[in-house]
C-alpha cells in the first residue's frame, strides 16, 4: 500500500459562527441534503442541532482525518448511529473527505494504559499492561487501513496504510492500526534539540562524539531528535515491530543510516555483539525488551561514544526503566536521564523531590551490585511540564543529571 506523507494541522475551527459556517458544518448539510426525504425527516432535532452536535475538534494529517472518540456521542448522533440512518454513514464519510481533502479517516481515543481491564483478584495484571503502546482505541471509518492483526512481516509491512507526519523538520512514520502517534509530544521533541546540556562545554566533547538511548523508542518520537541534534549514535529499543518498521522507514526518510538488530525470543542468546564493531549506522534499534539494554550497553562500551543521555519516555510512568538508565549512563563522564512521568498538578514538587531521591537509592544499589561503579552525585536540572493527562494531571519529563563524584 502507498506510503502518505502528511503534516500536522491541527483543526482551528471555534465559536458558533464558525462551526455553522466550516468545512465540517457544510460536508454534514450536503450530505443531510443528499439523503432521501423520508430519512431527512427522520433525522432528530432538526438540521443545524445536528451540526452543531457534531464534535467539532479533530486532527487533520493530511490525508487522514482523526476525530475524538465522543464525535457521535451529543444529542441526535447516538440515536442515528442506531437507526436505519447507520447505512448513510459511509455518504458522510465521503463528503467530509472532500469537504476536508482527506482520505482516510478514524475515531482515536486515548492510548490504552491496559490491553485487557486488569483485575483486582488477578495475576495477570502485569501482563495486561500495554506496554507496546498499541493503538487499541483507534476506530477505521473510512478508507483501506489495511488488515488488523497481521504479524509485523516484511511481507505484511507493505499491505498497511503509513502516515508519515513532519514536526520540528523531522519525519515519523507511523501504521495507524499498529501504532501511536501523540502530536502532543512536539513540545519535548523540541525541546530535545536544544537542550542545554548539548552545549560543548556540558558535553566536554562534540555532540558527534556522544551517544544517546532510548529506552522506550517507539516510531522514533525522541530519539530522532537525538538524531537531529547531532549524536553521533542513537540506541534504541522497541518491542513493537510495527514501531521498528517505522522507526526504520522515517529514519530513511530523514536521510539517517538505520540498523536494526533482531533480539527477540531465542534469537537473544545468539546475537554476536561481535559483529558491533562494523557498525557505523547512527540508529541501532534493538527489537527486544529494554530489560536487554545493559547487558548491550556492556558489551558495546568500548565501540560506541560515551552514552551522555537515556530517555525513559513511558506513561504512566517510566519507573521500570530507571535502574537500566542508571547502569548505561557514562561511568566515567556521566549524563542525563530524562524521565517521564504523569503527576498531580497539586503534587508536582513534592514528586519531584521523590524522584532524586528514588534515583540517589537506584545510584547507591548499583554501586553495591556492580564492581567499580561510579559514585554519582544526583540533581534534578530540569523538570518540563509536556501537556494535560487527565484532569488534575500532568505529563512531565524530569531531567536528571548524574555528576561523577571524585572517590
Given at each position: 500500500?502507498?506510503?502518505?506523507e502528511?503534516?500536522?494541522?491541527?483543526?482551528t475551527?471555534?465559536?458558533?459562527?464558525?462551526?455553522?459556517?466550516?468545512?465540517?458544518?457544510?460536508?454534514?448539510?450536503?450530505?443531510?441534503?443528499s439523503?432521501?426525504?423520508?430519512?431527512?425527516?427522520?433525522?432528530?432535532?432538526?438540521?443545524?442541532?445536528?451540526?452543531?452536535?457534531?464534535?467539532?475538534?479533530?486532527?487533520?494529517?493530511?490525508?487522514?482525518?482523526?476525530?475524538?472518540?465522543?464525535?457521535?456521542?451529543?444529542?441526535?448522533?447516538?440515536e442515528?448511529?442506531?437507526?436505519?440512518?447507520?447505512?448513510?454513514?459511509?455518504?458522510?464519510?465521503?463528503?467530509?473527505?472532500l469537504?476536508?481533502?482527506?482520505?482516510?479517516?478514524?475515531?482515536?481515543?486515548p492510548?490504552?494504559?491496559?490491553?485487557?481491564?486488569?483485575?483486582?483478584t488477578?495475576?495477570?495484571?502485569?501482563?495486561?499492561?500495554?506496554?507496546?503502546?498499541?493503538?487499541?482505541s483507534?476506530?477505521?471509518?473510512?478508507?483501506?487501513?489495511?488488515?488488523?492483526?497481521?504479524?509485523?512481516?516484511?511481507e505484511?509491512?507493505?499491505?498497511?496504510?503509513?502516515?508519515?507526519?513532519?514536526?520540528?523538520?523531522?519525519?515519523?512514520?507511523?501504521?495507524?492500526?499498529?501504532?501511536?502517534?501523540?502530536?502532543?509530544?512536539?513540545?519535548?521533541?523540541?525541546r530535545?534539540?536544544?537542550?542545554?546540556?548539548?552545549?560543548?562545554?556540558?558535553?566536554?566533547?562534540?555532540?558527534?562524539?556522544?551517544?544517546?538511548?532510548?529506552l522506550?523508542?517507539g516510531?522514533?518520537?525522541?530519539a530522532?531528535?537525538f538524531?537531529?541534534?547531532?549524536?553521533g549514535?542513537?540506541?534504541?529499543?522497541?518491542?513493537?515491530?510495527?514501531?521498528?518498521?517505522?522507526?526504520?522507514?522515517g529514519?530513511?526518510?530523514?536521510?539517517?543510516?538505520?540498523k536494526?538488530v533482531?533480539g527477540?525470543?531465542?534469537?537473544?542468546?545468539?546475537?554476536?555483539?561481535?559483529?558491533a564493531?562494523?557498525?557505523?549506522?547512527?540508529?541501532?534499534?534493538?527489537?527486544?525488551s529494554?530489560?536487554?539494554?545493559?547487558?548491550?550497553v556492556?558489551?558495546?562500551?568500548?565501540?560506541?561514544?560515551?552514552?551522555?543521555?537515556?530517555n525513559?519516555g513511558?506513561?504512566?510512568?517510566?519507573?521500570?526503566?530507571?535502574?537500566?538508565a542508571?547502569?548505561?549512563?557514562?561511568?566515567?563522564?556521566?549524563?542525563?536521564?530524562?524521565?517521564?512521568?504523569?503527576?498531580?498538578?497539586n503534587?508536582?514538587?513534592?514528586?519531584k523531590?521523590?524522584?532524586?531521591?528514588?534515583?540517589?537509592?537506584l545510584v547507591?544499589?548499583?554501586?553495591r551490585?556492580?564492581?567499580?561503579?561510579?559514585?554519582?552525585?544526583?540533581?534534578?536540572?530540569?523538570?518540563?511540564?509536556?501537556?494535560t493527562?487527565?484532569?488534575?494531571v500532568?505529563?512531565?519529563?524530569?531531567?536528571?543529571?548524574l555528576?561523577?563524584?571524585?572517590?
Open positions: 500500500m502507498t506510503e502518505v502528511i503534516e500536522l494541522i491541527p483543526n475551527n471555534s465559536g458558533k459562527g464558525s462551526r455553522s459556517n466550516s468545512a465540517l458544518a457544510q460536508a454534514i448539510r450536503a450530505w443531510v441534503q439523503l432521501p426525504t423520508s430519512a431527512q425527516s427522520s433525522i432528530p432535532d432538526g438540521l443545524e442541532r445536528l451540526i452543531d452536535t457534531f464534535g467539532q475538534t479533530y486532527s487533520i494529517y493530511p490525508p487522514l482525518l482523526v476525530l475524538p472518540s465522543h464525535v457521535f456521542s451529543k444529542d441526535a448522533w447516538p442515528i448511529i442506531r437507526s436505519p440512518l447507520e447505512a448513510y454513514l459511509p455518504s458522510l464519510y465521503s463528503y467530509i473527505c469537504a476536508l481533502n482527506v482520505t482516510h479517516i478514524a475515531i482515536n481515543g492510548i490504552a494504559l491496559d490491553i485487557i481491564p486488569p483485575s483486582s488477578s495475576n495477570a495484571k502485569n501482563e495486561a499492561r500495554n506496554i507496546m503502546r498499541l493503538p487499541l483507534l476506530v477505521p471509518l473510512y478508507g483501506d487501513f489495511g488488515s488488523p492483526n497481521l504479524p509485523p512481516t516484511a505484511n509491512f507493505d499491505t498497511v496504510f503509513w502516515a508519515t507526519a513532519l514536526q520540528n523538520g523531522i519525519w515519523q512514520t507511523w501504521a495507524p492500526l499498529y501504532t501511536m502517534f501523540s502530536r502532543g509530544n512536539i513540545k519535548e521533541k523540541a530535545l534539540l536544544n537542550l542545554p546540556s548539548l552545549a560543548d562545554d556540558a558535553l566536554r566533547r562534540d555532540p558527534k562524539e556522544t551517544s544517546a538511548v532510548d522506550y523508542a516510531i522514533g518520537y525522541f530522532f531528535s538524531a537531529k541534534a547531532g549524536f549514535r542513537v540506541l534504541c529499543w522497541e518491542l513493537n515491530g510495527w514501531s521498528v518498521e517505522g522507526l526504520k522507514r529514519a530513511k526518510k530523514n536521510k539517517w543510516s538505520v536494526v533482531e527477540n525470543g531465542e534469537r537473544i542468546n545468539n546475537l554476536n555483539m561481535g559483529q564493531q562494523d557498525w557505523d549506522e547512527c540508529l541501532i534499534v534493538f527489537h527486544e529494554n530489560e536487554e539494554a545493559a547487558k548491550r556492556t558489551d558495546l562500551r568500548e565501540q560506541i561514544p560515551p552514552i551522555k543521555h537515556v525513559c513511558h506513561l504512566p510512568s517510566s519507573k521500570d526503566s530507571w535502574k537500566t542508571v547502569k548505561i549512563i557514562d561511568s566515567v563522564e556521566g549524563g542525563w536521564i530524562h524521565a517521564h512521568e504523569n503527576i498531580k498538578l503534587n508536582i514538587s513534592h514528586r523531590e521523590e524522584i532524586v531521591e528514588e534515583f540517589k537509592y547507591s544499589e548499583t554501586a551490585e556492580v564492581s567499580n561503579a561510579p559514585n554519582f552525585k544526583v540533581r534534578c536540572d530540569h523538570l518540563e511540564r509536556i501537556k493527562y487527565a484532569p488534575g500532568i505529563h512531565c519529563v524530569i531531567d536528571i543529571a555528576v561523577p563524584q571524585l572517590p
